[in-house]
């Protein structure tokens, strides 16, 4: 094979709780990882030797700041003979917005790579690849629609999807950091028990699956929601928005500042993206589903 085209989703976090704090500055979570059908896609051909990424989004550096380069140099130190690759990247997910662009474009990459080049890679090895490049990584080489993410965030257990989901996303110019979110949460947070955390977060996964959006509503947290709008206050005016135009089921995804809305139906999210685009920039918002 000397080229393949792959398409690199974005993730909704539709539950997240902070447990508590690991090594390394790290935290540790529970969260219900979603794949939606915003998608980058990268194309991959073969070359001799070296490794170039171009990119349609000027604003995301190519050199080894960029995921993907780094996924290339970490798969390099395992197969030093590995041969060459050019990946092109078609951005839509935008950057810095709490959708995990960057770790599923690594993700995809490194799936890529193995089968360009036939990599004696198994899904355990990938994962463990994919862990050392971003928390999130692991969850998009399961090629699984829904998984609960444990530790930080790279534990994956599936978790079955009854039936499609209908998002609107409110999307943000200004992206977030993630690492900065993260510090701006509470020293003292409420101390939870792994166990009871566990059990709640599967009584979300319940909830989330009603066709009710109050009993949907119920299942969605975001422990980065409060740090977050301490730095983005505008998040909270849209959550806001969204709840008076009747709509309860609305969250922010993993440390923002996306804003999304949980409906049960296509004709329903359209309906609330030509409300929203009245009053929002009509570019950010996004109508999407279950990927
Ligand atoms: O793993 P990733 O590179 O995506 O993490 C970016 C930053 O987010 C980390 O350096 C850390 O500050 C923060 N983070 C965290 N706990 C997690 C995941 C990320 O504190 N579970």
């Keep these: 094979m000397k080229s393949l085209t792959l398409l690199s989703p974005a993730k909704l976090n539709l539950y997240l709780r902070v447990v508590g704090k690991l090594p390394g500055g790290y935290h540790r979570l529970i969260t219900l990882f ?32 960029n995921i993907v380069t780094q996924a290339y140099h970490l798969v390099k130190k395992r197969f030093p003979l590995l041969g060459g690759v050019s990946v ?24 890529g790579l193995r089968q360009l080049y036939d990599l004696p890679l198994s899904l355990k090895n990938l994962v463990s690849l994919g862990a050392k490049l971003g928390s999130d990584v692991p969850f998009f080489l399961h090629n699984v629609k829904q998984a609960l993410g444990e ?72 422990d980065l929601e409060r740090p977050a709008i301490r730095l983005s206050p505008s998040i909270q005016k849209i959550i806001g928005d969204i709840v008076q135009l009747g709509i309860p089921s ?32 009509p570019k950010s918002i996004k109508v999407c589903h279950s990927f």
């Design 34 to 65: 979603h794949r939606i059908s915003l998608c980058d896609t990268l194309r991959l051909e073969r070359t001799a030797k070296g490794f170039s990424l171009t990119c349609t989004d000027p604003r995301l550096p190519t050199d080894s700041r």
């Design 88 to 111: 092109h990247l078609t951005k839509r997910i935008p950057l810095g917005g709490g959708l995990a662009g960057g770790s599923s474009n690594a993700a995809a990459f490194l799936i």
């Design 151 to 222: 530790r930080r965030g790279d534990v994956i257990t599936p978790v079955a999807l009854r039936s499609r989901k209908w998002f609107v996303l409110v999307l943000s110019e200004r992206g977030l950091s993630t690492k900065l979110v993260y510090q701006a949460l509470p020293e003292d947070l409420p101390g939870v028990s792994l166990t009871k955390a566990h059990r709640i977060a599967r009584i979300a996964c319940y909830f989330l699956e009603h066709a009710d959006l109050f009993e949907v509503a119920k299942g969605l947290r975001n």
């Design 250 to 281: 609305v969250a922010m995804s993993g440390s923002g500042p996306t804003v999304f809305a949980l409906l049960s139906s296509h004709q329903q999210a359209e309906k609330l993206a030509r409300r929203l685009r009245k009053t929002l920039s």
